[in-house]
């Protein structure tokens, strides 16, 4: 069975009740104290639904492949992806790590291409496309799961990366401090959270509003309002409603826009943090060589004594 | 057919119930202040949106003071009068380089500054000989 394609993800892997180890049987999980977990579609499943994060199930089984630098044949997300957390591919090489809200795995098709082993969780039905993204590759895992009852023993990781994903959990500082046990001695956490400032203010204030809007309606109206921003970049009444509402203007093509656009306003929770409020989290977490490591000033990094 | 017809009506109705639900949310945004924006600057993007951008051609052009001639537009777009200007002149077809100068400025150093107020425009040309009869043609046009 493709759970275990890969010895070492899936020793990883043990009881987020009783942290066991687990065996596979049949098509469940189990481990010694008779907790089971179903394996479906290949993928093994620690929560029962995808809860707050229905959103997220939605958008990336809609664009599966959209941010992928394999399928989008370019470097963008690696950019993004060294930007954010100041790793480079010697950083990684051989590396267990864990994908702390894969999504459809934008940053595990970086960490895999670099030859890391990487254990991808999410809360949402995104694992589906994460799956079937990875599902040729032996050096990636997913599972769904929830941040804060991850289905690991402590300690088990050299690298845990969580970007642009605490601050849609219902309280960032708490999922934070839920990721670091997780790493081992020595080991690294990097992550990225939304900063408190500019577009990301005003699109804090549109969240309670819009996270209401069915996702179908909202995405519909997504496809049809950012071809239209797209097809006039300088029209002014465009540019008045961006500044009220900044829709998405990445660069990286429509469908990036269209994608990310309804990520900016369809998640039930966005929270948007001061650089020294995430420093302190890490401060309290006691981890250390604490920096930002790159121009994103609310992207973290910090080692674990 | 009868199924394309049905997720067209869909997606018609989502487009106009999710257009009129976010309009009326901005509203109350803007009109709580949860969203801050200088409400002349929408008002103006918005009147520049709907109302056509006023373009000519200079004709009668007249020296006022030193490099400065004053050309009237026959019509007035919003000048630096009013506002700031979205207003550019053109020589041969090139922009000037300096808008919005100051009329001393324009007068004592020329050079392609000018200045769009009320319902004239005072400039001089690039090379500061007499925009009258240099044989150039001088144009304007709204951004």
């Not at chain 1, 009740?17 to 394996?39: E, K, M, N, Y």
């Not at chain 1, 590396?95 to 940053?107: H, I, P, S, T, Y």
């Not at chain 1, 690294?188 to 509003?209: C, L």
Request: a neutral charge; aromatic letters at 10%; one cysteine or more.
């Amino acid at each position: 069975m493709a759970v275990v394609k890969n010895r070492r993800l899936f020793d990883a892997l043990a009881c987020p009740i009783c942290q066991a180890s687990l065996t596979l049987r049949g098509d469940a999980l189990r481990c010694s104290a008779a907790h089971a977990f179903p394996v479906v579609r290949e993928i093994p499943r620690f929560v029962a639904t995808d809860d707050y994060v229905d959103s997220f199930s939605f958008e990336w089984n809609t664009h599966k492949t959209t941010q992928l630098d394999t399928f989008r044949q370019d470097t963008s997300s690696e950019e993004i992806f060294r930007k954010k957390t100041g790793f480079g591919p010697d950083d990684l090489r051989g590396k267990l790590v864990l994908d702390a809200g894969v999504g459809a795995g934008r940053f595990t098709d970086v960490m895999a291409r670099w030859g890391a082993d990487v254990v991808g969780i999410d809360l949402s039905f995104a694992v589906e496309a994460a799956h079937h993204n990875f599902r040729d590759l032996e050096n990636v895992l997913v599972a769904q799961a929830d941040i804060a009852h991850l289905p690991f023993k402590p300690e088990t990781f050299d690298v845990v990366v969580s970007i642009g994903v605490l601050h849609h959990t219902p309280d960032t500082p708490r999922y934070f401090g839920a990721l670091v046990p997780y790493v081992k001695h020595g080991g690294t956490i990097a992550i990225w959270v939304y900063p408190a400032e500019g577009d990301f203010v005003t699109r804090k204030q549109w969240i309670p509003f819009t996270c209401r809007i069915p996702d179908r309606m909202f995405y519909e109206w997504c496809r049809w309002f950012v071809p239209l921003a797209h097809r006039h970049p300088n029209n002014p009444l465009l540019g008045c409603i961006y500044r009220i509402f900044p829709f998405s203007r990445q660069g990286l093509g429509l469908e990036n826009d269209i994608l990310d656009t309804f990520d900016g306003y369809s998640p039930r929770f966005h929270g948007i943090h001061a650089p020294a409020e995430v420093e302190q989290w890490f401060k309290d977490a006691g981890l250390t060589d604490i920096h930002n490591p790159g121009p994103w000033n609310t992207a973290m990094r910090g080692v674990r004594p | 057919m009868v199924h394309h017809l049905h997720s067209d009506m869909i997606r018609i109705a989502s487009i106009g119930l999710v257009s009129a639900y976010l309009a009326s949310v901005a509203v109350f945004l803007l009109l709580s202040r949860r969203i801050r924006v200088n409400p002349r600057g929408v008002m103006r993007a918005l009147a520049r949106s709907v109302v056509p951008r006023f373009s000519g051609v200079l004709t009668d052009i007249r020296h006022e003071q030193g490099y400065c001639h004053i050309a009237r537009l026959g019509a007035r777009p919003m000048s630096d009068r009013d506002g700031r200007s979205a207003l550019v002149v053109f020589e041969d077809g090139q922009p000037l380089p300096h808008p919005h100068s100051n009329r001393d400025e324009i007068r004592v150093r020329g050079g392609g500054r000018y200045s769009h107020w009320g319902e004239a425009v005072f400039f001089s040309s690039r090379d500061n000989t007499d925009p009258s009869c240099n044989g150039r043609r001088y144009t304007v046009r709204e951004t």
